[in-house]
């Protein structure tokens, strides 16, 4: 009977013992099984496009550059002293953006060139002078193998839009005769940079 007894409380104590360690371990693995079950979110933003803009100068729609544009209506020949012609030039902004623009006048070198003088203005052109708008640049002489700045505070343009220019250029009535049978070339080089 002791025998028995001996067997089943050694029976009863070490299987009690696996089943103390097995619940140990289910306890254990429940934690660790909880921390992985953590939850996550991701978001992601994208955003739009990005382009550049541009400039593009035209004079009475013509690119002029790289050949310059012809401003054949601005020429005259055997002048006298007093005598003036004029002529129009639309300036253009064909591009997408605005720009502010200025003007440099660069003739070839003659002893003729200081004895032009220049105007410029938003008027009209009877061939012969300016007349109305705003005057840009007053009766500015040109400057024999150099540049003469007609506009030099710069005009802005919107894009889309343009404006007329009326240049008159006239030989000074003062003029002395050693111009005479003198020549003299003169190229109006436009410069746009954005606004």
């Given at each position: ?30 934690g ?13 933003a ?9 400039i593009?100068l035209?004079?009475?729609g ?14 005259k ?15 253009q ?19 003729l060139?200081p ?32 540049q003469t ?10 894009n889309?839009t ?14 002395p005769?050693?111009?005479q ?15």
């Open positions: 009977m002791s025998r028995q007894f001996g067997s089943r409380a050694r029976a009863a104590l070490t299987g009690s013992r696996p089943r103390a360690i097995a619940s140990l371990g289910i306890v254990l693995g429940l660790a099984i909880g921390t992985l079950a953590a939850w996550s979110d991701t978001a992601t994208t955003s739009g496009v990005f382009s550049t803009g541009s593009d035209q004079l009475n013509n690119q002029g550059n790289p050949d310059a544009y012809a401003f054949a209506t601005l020429t020949t055997n002048m006298l002293p007093g005598n003036s012609v004029a002529a129009t030039l639309p300036v902004n064909t591009g997408t953006t605005q720009f502010n623009y200025t003007m440099v006048a660069n003739a070839t070198s003659s002893a060139a004895q032009l003088k220049v105007l410029i203005s938003t008027g009209t052109s009877n061939g012969t002078t300016c007349a109305g708008g705003t005057v840009i640049a007053n009766n500015l002489p040109l400057v024999s193998g150099g700045n007609l506009i030099p505070t710069a005009r802005t343009l919107a889309g343009s404006e007329t220019l009326c240049f008159q250029v006239a030989l000074d009535s003062a003029a005769t050693s111009v049978n003198q020549t003299v070339n003169v190229s109006f080089n436009f410069n746009a940079t954005t606004a």
